[in-house]
């Protein structure tokens, strides 16, 4: 998705190990489909949509990297069916895209959010 200059992208994964995260977030680089080819644009921000809750070896790769998280936002999307559904957050990145997303969520499926770092600061 562009908004103003910058390309945000969102992947909806089951589980994702902190290699792939990394790796990905450094080359920068995502393919798009314009009309009837793909082209290799810059990615500013990546948000993972995590099916299942993320791994203690995945949130430790961000607590390592801070540069990471300015970069990368993870959302925990496993309970947002439950009866009182909540989204774990990890994301301090200044992506207005990001900041509207947890708002729809909010608004429109009346989704909480508790936010990651928190939780990692807590444990050490």
């Known amino acids: 998705m562009k908004a103003g200059d910058k390309y945000h992208n969102f992947l909806w994964i089951r589980t994702v190990r902190p290699a792939a995260v990394k790796e990905i977030a450094l080359k920068h680089k995502c393919a798009i489909k314009k009309r009837t080819c793909y082209e290799i644009v810059d990615v500013a921000y990546i948000a993972w949509l995590l099916h299942e809750t993320p791994s203690e070896e995945l949130l430790q790769a961000f607590a390592d990297d801070p540069e990471l998280s300015k ?17 774990l ?12 997303f947890e708002k729809f ?9 508790k936010q990651i770092q928190r939780l990692l600061t807590a444990k050490a």
């Open 71 to 87: 970069r990368v936002a993870l959302y925990d999307l496993s309970t947002v069916y439950s009866d009182e559904p909540t989204c």
């Open 89 to 100: 957050r990890l994301n301090q990145t200044d992506s207005k895209v990001f900041m509207e």
């Open 105 to 113: 969520l909010e608004r429109n499926w009346k989704i909480k959010f």
